[in-house]
């Protein structure tokens, strides 16, 4: 299982939001799964594909993005620090999340010029993977709150 993990973490990160698309069709006012419902606010709009959810705004200078997958088996705690550790590969430290049904890890860092956010986040089988980052030059604070803010809605059905 942590190989398949890996695997759709790896597709995840290979996805890019270069350019803004036009609000229209397909947009959601929630990602919604049989174990956990993430609201869309702050004024992002959602667009999936190949399985990610791009997170868009007008004048975003950062990228924010969403994939997640369900284990047949519980997710423990070691396997996840693992997966964790695999992707920010000693970039930067894992500090432990949890409430509203969810646990996980977040590691913040800087590399090559751009700046990083990853969440693990774990509720009930399904584990969820959301990234941010934008050039180290361009980070806006305000931005950031505003990801935080998205990514803390996140909770259990």
Not at 2 to 22: D, E, G, Y
Not at 113 to 126: N, P, Q
Request: with cysteine; charged share 20%.
């Amino acid at each position: 299982m942590k190989a398949k993990i890996l695997i759709i973490i790896s597709l995840l990160l290979i996805v890019s939001c270069s350019s803004v698309p036009q609000r229209g069709e397909n947009e959601s006012i929630e990602i919604r799964t049989q174990a956990w419902v993430l609201p869309i606010t702050h004024d992002y709009y959602v667009r999936k594909v190949d399985g990610v959810h791009n997170f868009y705004k007008e004048n975003a200078k950062g990228a924010l993005q969403l994939s997640s997958m369900v284990s047949r088996t519980p997710i423990l705690d070691q396997e996840l620090i693992e997966i964790a550790q695999s992707q920010i590969n000693g970039a930067g430290e894992l500090t432990g999340i949890s409430g509203d049904g969810k646990r996980g890890y977040k590691s913040v860092f800087t590399s090559q010029g751009v700046y990083w956010v990853y969440w693990f986040i774990v509720i009930d089988h399904s584990l969820i993977f959301i990234t941010y980052n934008t050039d180290s030059d361009k980070i806006d604070a305000n931005e950031i709150k505003n990801v935080e803010a998205v990514v803390n809605g996140i909770s259990s059905t």
